[in-house]
């Protein structure tokens, strides 16, 4: 994240809440909804997940 500094992995999960906080409330020109808004349409949307987990690595 360029510009971003983070102490530990608790400063980014800090960071990123309050981020989230503010890009969920305000309103997407382009769906003209919020992004909190649209979140059950997108998981209804989702293929569920495979039944055994894809070997990696």
Known sequence: MPGRSFDSPA???TQ???W???ANARMVRTIKARPVDR???DRAAMLPSPPVAPAVG
């Open 11 to 13: 400063d980014f999960n």
């Open 16 to 18: 990123f809440a309050g």
């Open 20 to 22: 989230l906080a503010i």
């Open 39 to 41: 979140l059950d349409a």
